[in-house]
């Protein structure tokens, strides 16, 4: 049986006109060459930071943008000449607030996009309570939607998506803005769903979220694949290496060039949680760089301090770093 999905140099460039006396055309390249494979009933992720291209490459695959070069397969049809064939089994749900109508109850919603979608009727009302209880929202139904907090939204989104039971779904980013506790219930719907045997392929910033769910991992940076495997496999790019952690308050920018600069120091990433920095140090696990990277932070109102072994984000940190980008905490 063919892969659900297959990606073989899939680029994408986008061309922008600026400037109105002197028009000048700038190119992006957002996506240089993507190869991917994704078996049936696979959940996957694809992980990077602001920009990477991993919108750009779910559009490509879901046929709402047209390669500049490369193809792609959805379940063995081609994802530019068999349109039609792609979409009848492709469902996409993206983060934000778009895409229901508020003043419509849950069930009103799914009814009116059943029908849009042509599911047939004798199928629509057995298809939506199994969705409504796959996304948890079984008991809410007939409430509005503007009622509705951020994270049922996005479970509504879901099964949305999935009305016409597709059998790939493209999930991109579906917790943004979510709280953690929601965040966890639209973990337990996306492992819901994969269990069902729908292929998923799930974007996120979120290292965590991408551990706990993706069968396989493909982080991507700059438009390219850096790293590609199950989060166990990424995890041991970290392997050999110990993390320190610093709170801090105000730590000046040039610090962090500073930090990286010292010996035995691999990466150093410094991530604003609310009031208070949180300084990452990764270094090689036989060197002890503590003391000289609290004397870089000298004059720097410190908190907490404490050494630990590296977590699969701290893999994706590196991995981020050596494709030559600024780390970005997941
Ligand atoms: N319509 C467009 N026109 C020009 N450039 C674009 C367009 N859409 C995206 N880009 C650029 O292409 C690159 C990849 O963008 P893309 O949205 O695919 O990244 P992403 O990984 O999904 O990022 P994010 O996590 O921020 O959503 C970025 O540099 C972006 O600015």
């Given at each position: 049986m063919e892969n659900a999905i297959e990606a073989e140099g899939l680029r994408r460039t986008y061309r922008s006109r600026t400037g109105w006396l002197r028009p000048r055309t700038t190119e992006v390249h957002a996506v240089r060459g993507v190869d991917l494979t994704v078996g049936r009933g696979e959940l996957f992720g694809l992980l990077g930071p602001n920009g990477a291209g991993k919108t750009t490459t779910i559009k490509m695959l879901n046929?709402?943008?047209?390669?500049?070069?490369?193809?792609?397969?959805?379940?063995?049809?081609?994802?530019?000449?068999?349109?039609?064939?792609v979409r009848k089994r492709i469902g996409y749900v993206f983060g934000g607030d778009r895409g229901l109508y508020e003043?419509?109850?849950?069930?009103d919603n799914l009814r009116y996009f059943a029908e849009l979608y042509g599911v047939p009727a004798r199928e629509q009302k057995h298809r939506i309570a199994e969705l409504l209880e796959l996304v948890t929202l079984t008991g809410r139904e007939n409430e509005r939607v503007e009622g509705y907090s951020r994270g049922m939204r996005q479970r509504l989104h879901i099964a949305r998506?999935?009305?016409?039971?597709?059998e790939v779904i493209f999930l991109d980013?579906?917790?943004?803005?979510?709280?953690?506790?929601?965040a966890r219930?639209?973990?337990?719907t996306v492992a819901n769903l994969a269990a069902t045997g729908t292929t998923v392929l799930l974007t996120t910033h979120y290292m965590a979220e991408a551990d706990e769910l993706c069968d396989r991992i493909a982080v991507i940076a700059d438009g390219s694949i850096q790293a590609l495997g199950t989060p166990a496999e990424l995890r041991h790019r970290a392997d050999g290496r110990r993390v320190l952690e610093i709170e801090a308050y105000g730590v000046p920018a040039n610090?962090?060039?500073?930090?990286?600069k010292l010996p035995g120091v691999r990466?150093?990433?410094?991530?604003?949680?609310?009031?208070?920095?949180?300084?990452?140090?990764?270094?090689?696990?036989?060197?002890?760089?503590?003391?000289?990277v609290l004397h870089r932070l000298d004059g720097v109102r410190l908190g907490r301090v404490t050494s630990r072994e590296p977590t699969l984000e701290d893999a994706y940190v590196a991995i981020i770093s050596a494709a030559n980008r600024v780390p970005v905490a997941a």
């Open positions: 046929t709402l943008l047209i390669p500049s070069g490369g193809h792609a397969r959805i379940c063995g049809f081609d994802v530019e000449r068999q349109t039609r064939e003043r419509l109850s849950a069930l998506g999935l009305l016409h039971a597709p980013e579906p917790s943004i803005g979510v709280d953690p506790v929601a219930e639209l973990r337990a610090v962090l060039e500073d930090l990286q990466e150093a990433a410094v991530e604003e949680r609310g009031q208070v920095q949180l300084v990452t140090v990764q270094s090689d696990a036989d060197t002890d760089v503590q003391q000289d």
